[in-house]
């Protein structure tokens, strides 16, 4: 499982979001003038059969960009892109 930033957020929060966009940027282009939903992978385990997250570990981070219809998954303590999918938001019926 993996939890997501709360929209509202602090200074602090919004500062530390950034902060990893640009880490990001660094290994991969990032949307410009998109702010991603960013989520935390706290538990893999269930995780595990979805393509994506076929190597992802605790702490790992998402970064899904809904207008560009792309997701990455980036590891903080390695400072690597682990896996780069495109995303497609669920229906609403």
């Known amino acids: 499982y993996f939890r ?8 602090r929060e919004q500062s530390k979001n950034q902060q990893l966009v640009e880490k ?22 269930p995780l595990q059969g979805q393509p994506f997250f076929d190597h992802a570990e605790r702490g790992d981070k998402v970064l899904v960009y809904p207008n560009a219809k792309r997701a990455v998954l980036y590891r903080p303590s390695i400072d690597k892109v682990v896996e780069i999918m495109p995303f497609v938001p669920p229906q609403s019926n």
């Open 4 to 11: 997501a930033v709360p929209t509202t957020q602090t200074a």
């Open 24 to 45: 990001v940027g660094v290994h991969v282009l990032v949307p410009a003038g998109e702010q991603p939903t960013i989520a935390t992978v706290s538990d893999p385990a």
